[in-house]
């Protein structure tokens, strides 16, 4: 089957929506799906668009690894089911940069929904070689890439996604961020965590609201969106136009429309994902993650998780499922 086929056959019972609508390239009051390293694939997005999401986001694509290889390009290709996709890119060197963005638009024509450049991933491997949130020590580069990236690819909306800054204590975003605006980014996200925080502690919102006085670009609040209700807070405390949701999604696309759903729904829902992920061609072992996500507060959870960190084929996944279902149900 294909994944239209899929999502057709099998999202209805998962409260899903099959049909997934185009990004209309609003912002306002919008949910969207993070990109997320490892995760987000083409199974992952088309689940959160079923969900409800607005818009969703590849893995972040190294611009070094399109230029000098074929593989990278697996993460920025959409399924065909996608209406649209929004390709994040890192690296440090803006002529990198501008032949990425130009080959990203080339190749993904109208379904390229804009480009955005990673300024806020903390992982070490990433920061060392002075991309990621290790941007955030140098506003002059990080404009240098925002203005490649325009050139490159001429008409397409070009955003960038920030941290309050590299260290604890000293945050950066707000001129930061309107470094990024005068470099013609059309919108900055904004996770309140400093970078050495990784994922600890909580994100601080203030952050956010205080890049929104900054700048006049849309701003897009990330960091703790665990629930559709935070997010929705997050949009009314912080003043930021849209929403961006990462780890909220685990096992949870419903996140994005704020519908609470049952036992069988989520099994569903799994099933349905692990049926995308074969349908698109992604390593199954993937849905060993998902298993743990999509059971998790069910009873006899931590079963069927090691139940599902076994099987290595659909059927395997799917037979874990119906076990689940026959339990649980």
Same mark, same amino acid.
């Given at each position: 089957?294909?994944?239209?086929?899929?999502?057709?056959?099998?999202?209805?019972?998962?409260?899903?929506?099959?049909?997934?609508?185009?990004?209309?390239?609003?912002?306002?009051?919008?949910?969207?799906?993070?990109?997320?390293?490892?995760?987000?694939?083409?199974?992952?997005?088309?689940?959160?668009?079923?969900?409800?999401?607005?818009?969703?986001?590849?893995?972040?694509?190294? $611009?070094?690894?399109? *230029?000098?290889? !074929?593989?990278?390009?697996?993460?920025?290709?959409?399924?065909?089911?996608?209406?649209?996709? /929004?390709? %994040?890119?890192?690296?440090?060197?803006?002529?990198?940069?501008?032949?990425?963005?130009?080959?990203?638009?080339?190749?993904?024509?109208?379904?390229?929904?804009?480009?955005?450049?990673?300024?806020? $991933?903390?992982?070490?491997?990433?920061?060392?070689?002075? !991309?990621?949130?290790?941007?955030? !020590?140098?506003?002059?580069?990080?404009?240098?890439?925002?203005?490649?990236?325009?050139?490159?690819?001429?008409?397409?909306?070009?955003?960038?996604?920030?941290?309050?800054?590299?260290?604890?204590? %000293? @945050?950066?975003?707000?001129?930061?961020?309107?470094?990024? @605006?005068?470099?013609? /980014?059309?919108?900055?996200?904004? *996770?309140?965590?400093?970078?050495? %925080?990784?994922?600890?502690? !909580?994100?601080?919102?203030?952050?956010?609201?205080?890049?929104?006085?900054?700048?006049?670009?849309?701003?897009? /609040?990330?960091?703790?969106?665990?629930?559709?209700?935070?997010?929705?807070?997050?949009?009314?405390?912080?003043?930021?136009?849209?929403?961006?949701?990462?780890?909220?999604?685990?096992?949870?696309?419903?996140?994005?429309?704020?519908?609470?759903?049952?036992?069988?729904?989520?099994?569903?829902?799994?099933?349905? &994902?692990?049926?995308?992920? @074969?349908?698109?061609?992604? &390593?199954?072992?993937?849905?060993?993650?998902?298993?743990?996500?999509?059971?998790?507060?069910?009873?006899?959870?931590?079963?069927?998780?090691?139940?599902?960190?076994? $099987?290595?084929?659909?059927?395997?996944?799917?037979?874990?499922?119906?076990?689940?279902?026959?339990?649980?149900?």
């Amino acid at each position: 089957m294909t994944a239209a086929e899929v999502l057709a056959a099998h999202a209805p019972a998962a409260a899903l929506c099959p049909a997934l609508p185009a990004w209309d390239g609003e912002l306002a009051g919008r949910l969207l799906m993070a990109p997320m390293a490892g995760v987000s694939d083409a199974a992952y997005r088309l689940v959160a668009r079923a969900g409800g999401a607005a818009l969703a986001y590849s893995e972040m694509v190294s $611009c070094a690894g399109l *230029h000098y290889g !074929e593989k990278s390009w697996e993460l920025v290709d959409p399924d065909p089911a996608e209406p649209d996709i /929004a390709v %994040q890119l890192f690296g440090s060197k803006p002529e990198l940069f501008r032949e990425s963005a130009e080959r990203v638009a080339a190749r993904l024509g109208e379904k390229l929904a804009l480009i955005d450049v990673n300024m806020a $991933c903390p992982v070490p491997k990433v920061t060392k070689k002075g !991309e990621g949130s290790a941007l955030l !020590e140098n506003p002059e580069l990080a404009a240098k890439i925002v203005r490649a990236c325009r050139e490159g690819a001429p008409g397409v909306a070009v955003t960038v996604k920030i941290r309050r800054g590299r260290s604890m204590g %000293q @945050e950066v975003a707000p001129e930061f961020a309107r470094a990024m @605006e005068d470099a013609g /980014a059309v919108a900055v996200a904004v *996770h309140g965590r400093f970078a050495t %925080q990784m994922y600890h502690g !909580e994100a601080d919102w203030g952050a956010v609201s205080r890049v929104v006085d900054a700048v006049s670009i849309p701003v897009i /609040a990330s960091g703790d969106m665990l629930t559709h209700e935070a997010a929705l807070r997050a949009l009314a405390e912080t003043g930021a136009t849209a929403v961006m949701v990462a780890r909220g999604t685990y096992g949870n696309p419903w996140v994005f429309s704020g519908h609470e759903p049952s036992a069988a729904e989520k099994i569903a829902a799994f099933e349905c &994902h692990v049926r995308l992920l @074969e349908a698109t061609g992604a &390593h199954l072992k993937r849905a060993r993650s998902l298993a743990g996500w999509y059971f998790k507060g069910m009873p006899d959870a931590a079963r069927w998780r090691n139940a599902a960190m076994s $099987c290595v084929r659909a059927e395997e996944f799917l037979a874990v499922a119906a076990e689940v279902r026959a339990h649980v149900c």
